[in-house]
């Protein structure tokens, strides 16, 4: 589908899942913000060079002022916002662990980025949305689901995402706000490729799918492309799963 002028806010794009999903985004015509605390560059110059629209914005989403610059330069460069996709948190780098071996320290920093930070960010953006309504999409995971041994911060964050959605579906609807979550699977991305740390789940994810080979982060576009644009305009409050079948209830 097309994103044809629909503002889009990408958190946490500057590599991996988020790369892609704004190059795609803006390949459908979308306006896209690249949005991470590392460099933008590469990802905004890729989107323009081939044609497309977007500007980079330096963002700490736990960081109130930075988001609310983010929200001013989006509204200024591209005249209203549409869309924010949710995607900045902390996976790649996880240390791998036993729960008893995980600090109280550790468990609040993830906490702290993947669902305060995702909370902020929501909250920056309703403002900027209400007049016209708009779309946010939570990425979560789908550990979820299963919930993997060693890396409990992390599926208790994921877990919280999708409560935040559908609670805050329900209070952003009057305003013609939808608020759905996505649940991929593990993904090889470059970003998680890079750090070796999930070398050995990616023999089993492939076998352990419907769908038996790898995902890759351009797996993700097109349930994010349908909940960014009018065609998903009745559906809010919603999670979608997307792994090629490992998981199927």
Same mark, same amino acid.
């Given at each position: 589908?097309?994103?044809?002028?629909?503002?889009?806010?990408?958190?946490?794009?500057?590599?991996?899942?988020?790369?892609?999903?704004?190059?795609?985004?803006?390949?459908?015509?979308?306006?896209?913000?690249?949005?991470?605390?590392?460099?933008?560059?590469?990802?905004?110059?890729?989107?323009?060079?081939?044609?497309?629209?977007?500007?980079?914005?330096?963002?700490?989403?736990?960081?109130?002022? &930075?988001?609310?610059?983010?929200?001013?330069?989006?509204?200024?460069?591209?005249?209203?916002?549409?869309?924010?996709?949710?995607?900045?948190?902390?996976?790649?780098?996880?240390?791998?662990?036993?729960?008893?071996?995980?600090?109280?320290?550790?468990?609040?920093?993830?906490?702290?980025?993947?669902?305060?930070?995702?909370?902020?960010?929501?909250?920056?953006?309703?403002?900027?949305?209400?007049?016209?309504?708009?779309?946010?999409?939570?990425?979560?995971?789908?550990?979820?689901?299963?919930?993997?041994?060693?890396?409990?911060?992390?599926?208790?964050?994921?877990?919280?995402?999708?409560?935040?959605?559908?609670?805050?579906?329900?209070?952003?609807?009057?305003?013609?706000?939808?608020?759905?979550?996505?649940?991929?699977?593990?993904?090889?991305?470059?970003?998680?490729?890079?750090?070796?740390?999930?070398?050995?789940?990616?023999?089993?994810?492939?076998?352990?799918?419907?769908?038996?080979?790898?995902?890759?982060?351009?797996?993700?576009?097109?349930?994010?492309?349908?909940?960014?644009?009018?065609?998903?305009?009745?559906?809010?409050? &919603?999670?979608?799963?997307?792994?090629?079948?490992?998981?199927?209830?």
């Amino acid at each position: 589908m097309q994103l044809e002028g629909r503002t889009t806010i990408i958190t946490g794009a500057a590599r991996g899942i988020g790369a892609e999903l704004a190059t795609g985004m803006a390949a459908r015509g979308a306006n896209v913000v690249v949005a991470d605390v590392q460099d933008t560059a590469a990802t905004v110059d890729k989107i323009n060079d081939a044609g497309g629209k977007a500007i980079g914005a330096h963002v700490d989403i736990t960081d109130n002022q &930075q988001l609310s610059d983010l929200v001013a330069a989006t509204t200024d460069a591209f005249g209203g916002l549409d869309v924010l996709v949710n995607n900045a948190g902390i996976f790649a780098d996880l240390e791998l662990k036993p729960f008893m071996q995980t600090s109280e320290d550790e468990f609040d920093k993830i906490m702290t980025v993947n669902v305060r930070g995702m909370f902020q960010a929501c909250k920056a953006v309703v403002p900027a949305m209400q007049a016209n309504g708009g779309s946010i999409v939570n990425v979560s995971s789908g550990t979820f689901f299963y919930g993997p041994p060693g890396m409990l911060a992390y599926v208790t964050s994921k877990a919280a995402v999708i409560g935040m959605t559908r609670s805050m579906s329900r209070e952003l609807g009057a305003m013609g706000i939808r608020v759905n979550a996505i649940a991929p699977g593990f993904t090889e991305s470059d970003s998680v490729l890079a750090t070796g740390n999930f070398d050995r789940a990616r023999e089993p994810s492939k076998a352990e799918r419907s769908i038996s080979r790898a995902m890759l982060p351009e797996d993700l576009l097109g349930a994010v492309s349908f909940l960014s644009s009018e065609d998903s305009g009745f559906i809010t409050g &919603q999670l979608f799963n997307i792994d090629g079948g490992k998981v199927t209830y």
